[in-house]
């Protein structure tokens, strides 16, 4: 291939196919043949919008920066197709910069034509279209920057209300065990001035402390009992501090019950302190389980919350880099954590997880995102009572996630155009019919991979596959 091509290599490309002799002539004239190794760069986002490309051998991938890191975007081989300088018609060309980096996978071939020849080209043989499409890119951003903004708003609405949904429970529980435990310490201090107030001597004293170590070590090993085997042991304990004279017996039996205190044990702590002190010891021993008590609450309250701030950064893959290898069951059920607040009491969440596949390589945000919209489709489909299935598998050397719901289905007059932008089954207002779209481009466009769908009244399922190894 020469450094130049003309006029009839031109109209091979369906780009021009349609244009004179004279303008075909005129861009043979301008234009160039530039060749790029794998790896080189076409064009880098950001610097001056030079010249107009259009590929004409090899594979290359378009890029963006978000957040100063670069994402593909897509990936193509196919010849004919065009980027660099798309806008050299509106405004000056020589103020344009390139909105993305093209860079060759293989070696490329590309026509490269100045931005200012495709710009005065426009101009003149298109008026009437270079209008057009000038009001159609303007109206269109303005259009997507609205919108966008506005489903960011939505789901970032969405997912906080979820998250402070589920934050707000074991936050509440930590404040009210907090508080408890205050009075319970309180009450401790007491019995201890009591206890230590000189009744007891050294040996029964030291006895009453090795009896409360002991019940601490109970209350942590203690397991939870069926409501109809606590009840009866309540009862037993109760009708035993009774005969031992201990005031407030019943108020005191669900503790101990819950602490693993049988009256067995109780007599232990009467052989140590003796009768007369009894009733202290025992509420003294009681205090000391519901502490334990409560700061095991505590601890399960402040873990939970550590769990949920987790997962909504395994979710929201804040501080990582956007092309890694990844999990994909971490991502999962980071997305049905963030999602809980959203899933229904009647709606059962199975997990079938294929723990053996390995890491893929992935955009483990965008693939969140894949994962939000599948589900919150299928959570919709059911209306509230169904069962919802999230499985793992490997299909032909690819990994699958399968997202099945049991709700009446999709019609088969409809399923062919499910993946098409702005199209919705929902009720006005409750869809934009962006999400399916959004999942197809993440999945097939940036990862390469492909997502499928079977649909029959009461199984209903999507299958995304992802390659194991970088494309």
């Not at 071939?109 to 000038?134: C, G, Q, S, Y």
Request: proline residues 4%; hydrophobic residues 45%; negative net charge.
């Amino acid at each position: 291939m020469t450094d130049r091509l003309t006029p009839d290599e031109l109209r091979q490309l369906f780009l021009f196919e349609s244009l004179t002799p004279e303008q075909l002539a005129h861009l043979a004239e301008h234009g160039r043949v530039e060749r790029r190794q794998a790896g080189e760069a076409v064009y880098v986002e950001g610097e001056p919008a030079s010249c107009f490309f259009v590929l004409l051998d090899g594979t290359v991938a378009m890029h963006q920066r978000v957040q100063g890191d670069e994402v593909e975007v897509s990936r193509t081989s196919q010849r004919g197709v065009y980027g660099g300088a798309m806008q050299a018609y509106i405004g000056e060309p020589a103020e344009q910069r390139y909105r993305n980096s093209l860079r060759a996978v293989t070696d490329a071939a590309v026509f490269a034509v100045p931005a200012e020849i495709i710009a005065a080209a426009m101009r003149d043989w298109f008026p009437m279209a270079t209008h057009l499409l000038e009001g159609l890119f303007i109206g269109m951003r303005n259009t997507q920057t609205i919108v966008g903004e506005r489903e960011r708003l939505l789901a970032l609405g969405a997912l906080s209300a979820g998250l402070t949904h589920e934050l707000n429970n074991p936050a509440a529980a930590a404040v009210r065990a907090t508080s408890a435990l205050r009075g319970r310490v309180a009450k401790m201090r007491h019995k201890l001035a009591m206890i230590a107030d000189g009744r007891l001597d050294g040996r029964r004293l030291h006895d009453l402390v090795a009896l409360q170590e002991e019940a601490v070590k109970r209350a942590a090993a203690a397991t939870a009992l069926s409501p109809l085997a606590a009840s009866d042991a309540e009862d037993e304990l109760g009708d035993w501090l009774e005969e031992h004279g201990v005031r407030g017996a019943w108020e005191l039996a669900p503790t101990l019950v819950a602490g693993g205190i049988d009256s067995g044990w109780l007599a232990q702590v009467d052989a140590a302190v003796g009768g007369d002190d009894l009733e202290s010891a025992v509420h003294w021993i009681t205090y000391t389980i519901d502490t334990e008590l409560l700061m095991g609450e505590i601890d399960d309250a402040v873990t939970r919350v550590s769990g949920l701030v987790g997962a909504a950064k395994q979710y929201s893959q804040l501080d990582r880099a956007p092309y890694q290898t990844v999990d994909v069951h971490e991502l999962l059920d980071a997305t049905l954590v963030m999602l809980q607040a959203k899933i229904p009491a009647g709606v059962r969440v199975v997990r079938e997880y294929d723990r053996s596949l390995p890491a893929v390589p992935a955009y483990a945000a965008e693939l969140n995102q894949v994962w939000t919209n599948l589900i919150d489709n299928a959570l919709a489909a059911m209306a509230g009572d169904g069962t919802l299935t999230v499985r793992t598998g490997c299909t032909d050397d690819r990994l699958t996630v399968e997202i099945r719901d049991t709700g009446p289905g999709i019609a088969p007059e409809v399923r062919p155009r499910i993946f098409e932008p702005f199209f919705t089954t929902k009720a006005v207002g409750e869809g934009t019919g962006l999400g399916l779209d959004i999942s197809y481009r993440i999945v097939v466009n940036k990862h390469h991979g492909d997502i499928r769908v079977q649909s029959a009244p009461g199984d209903t399922r999507f299958v995304v596959l992802l390659p194991l190894t970088p494309a």
